[in-house]
């Protein structure tokens, strides 16, 4: 337990939330949700479609002849430049990335998105008050004999709601910066025309951005903003997993994804949450240690986001996204499911990436074959009424 204390004390300072849960422990299962829809074309982009600088436009990524370029992968698909971390498992065969991956949500709201998402439903007319990978517990449990034990702290990812209960919660958003420290910082500037304009068009920027976007984006958000601190949290993370005998569960939120402004190619806001998330993962996959060869890292956000950018340098919400699926039992170094095209004729509404992969496939092959679930478990009681979802193959 004292693992896990750590754990939840560093979340408190990272702004990250980190829920544990029972499972099998010496095959330990962390889902990474990006909250607030990921850019893929930022993360994995789509280099090698003929269409891709031209849809991309000024968003487009620097090619990998040039200096601070992109990550080649297979002469399709790229890695963003900033996360290199992740390229030794590549190489490894460790890492296998998914370029357009949806859950069956084709809508524009974080919340729905989320639910859909979370739940492991069909749509939002079916979403469920408990989550898919509660019920996957539950049934490794029940087959294993060895449930969940332990008392709920806090707010509960849906994902993880349901009968077999989560044995620790850590980590929030951190609180909104005190006004009466911006009050402070306006006066030190005071004295500094430029750099009291700069502050006054930043707040200014930041609360018409938000007035704008609504609750819905502040929500999307709100498990955690800085990609950045995550490699700390991380190796405490691993660390609590790690030893055959803690959680075999772990499901991390990451927010702060959704960049409708301004968000950067390979410098910028976006591209240092990207090297968090990279750096944060190669810490993960680390501090594992040895149960990182039996081990699988899933991340994935609720929905992808616009191909083109919008006029604000930034992106629009979209459908398809990129996913990951880290670990030593991986069979990675290269792509999962078929490639999307980027020509304006194959994108969706607003630019949108068509997806190519169902969530719900992609869940099924890690609980099938990383936790051995049964496909009846799968189609009936995880997924239920998914009998026409076969798992991803390949994986």
């Given at each position: 337990m004292l693992?896990?204390?750590?754990?939840?004390?560093?979340?408190?300072?990272?702004?990250?939330?980190?829920?544990?849960?029972?499972?099998?422990?010496?095959?330990?299962?962390i889902l990474v949700l990006l909250r607030g829809g990921p850019d893929g074309q930022a993360l994995l982009p789509l280099h090698g479609d003929p269409a891709y600088r031209s849809v991309r436009s000024n968003l487009a990524l620097p090619g990998p002849d040039a200096p601070g370029g992109l990550f080649d992968l297979d002469g399709v698909i790229g890695l963003h430049p900033n996360a290199g971390a992740l390229i030794p498992y590549w190489e490894a065969g460790q890492l296998a990335v998914l370029p357009s991956v949806a859950s069956p949500y084709r809508g524009t709201s974080h919340a729905e998105a989320i639910s859909v998402l979370d739940s492991g439903s069909a749509g939002i007319e079916t979403v469920q008050d408990n989550g898919w990978l509660n019920r996957a517990v539950a049934a490794v449990g029940a087959a294993s004999g060895g449930g969940s034990i332990g008392h709920p702290i806090g707010n509960l990812p849906l994902v993880l709601r349901g009968e077999a209960p989560p044995l620790a919660i850590g980590g929030t958003e951190p609180p909104s910066a005190d006004p009466r420290f911006l009050a402070k910082v306006q006066a030190l500037y005071a004295g500094d025309a430029a750099l009291a304009e700069a502050l006054q068009a930043g707040r200014k920027a930041h609360d018409t951005l938000a007035g704008a976007l609504g609750q819905d984006h502040a929500d999307a958000n709100?498990?955690?903003?800085?990609?950045?601190?995550?490699?700390?949290?991380a190796r405490t993370i691993g660390r609590a997993m790690a030893g055959g005998t803690g959680?075999?569960?772990?499901?991390?939120?990451?927010?702060?994804?959704?960049?409708?402004?301004?968000?950067?190619?390979?410098?910028?806001?976006?591209?240092?949450?990207?090297?968090?998330?990279?750096?944060?993962?190669?810490?993960?996959?680390?501090?594992?240690?040895?149960?990182?060869?039996?081990?699988?890292?899933?991340?994935?956000?609720?929905?992808?986001?616009?191909?083109?950018?919008?006029?604000?340098?930034?992106?629009?919400?979209?459908?398809?996204?990129a996913a990951l699926v880290l670990g030593g039992g991986v069979s990675g170094g290269k792509r999962l499911g078929p490639l999307p095209k980027l020509d304006v004729e194959a994108l969706g509404r607003d630019g949108a990436l068509s997806p190519t992969v169902d969530s719900r496939a992609l869940f099924k092959a890690v609980l099938a074959k990383h936790w051995m679930v049964s496909a009846s478990a799968l189609n009936k009681r995880v997924f239920p009424d998914s009998g026409a979802i076969a798992p991803l193959p390949g994986l």
């Open positions: 693992a896990l204390g750590g754990a939840a004390t560093v979340a408190a300072l990272s702004g990250i939330r980190v829920t544990y849960a029972a499972g099998p422990s010496d095959r330990p299962l709100a498990a955690g903003r800085h990609a950045q601190t995550f490699p700390l949290l959680p075999g569960c772990a499901v991390i939120e990451i927010g702060g994804w959704d960049t409708h402004i301004q968000q950067g190619t390979d410098r910028g806001p976006l591209s240092r949450r990207i090297a968090g998330l990279a750096e944060g993962l190669a810490q993960l996959a680390d501090s594992l240690g040895a149960a990182f060869a039996h081990s699988m890292i899933v991340t994935i956000g609720e929905f992808g986001r616009s191909v083109p950018p919008n006029r604000a340098g930034g992106t629009e919400h979209g459908l398809g996204g």
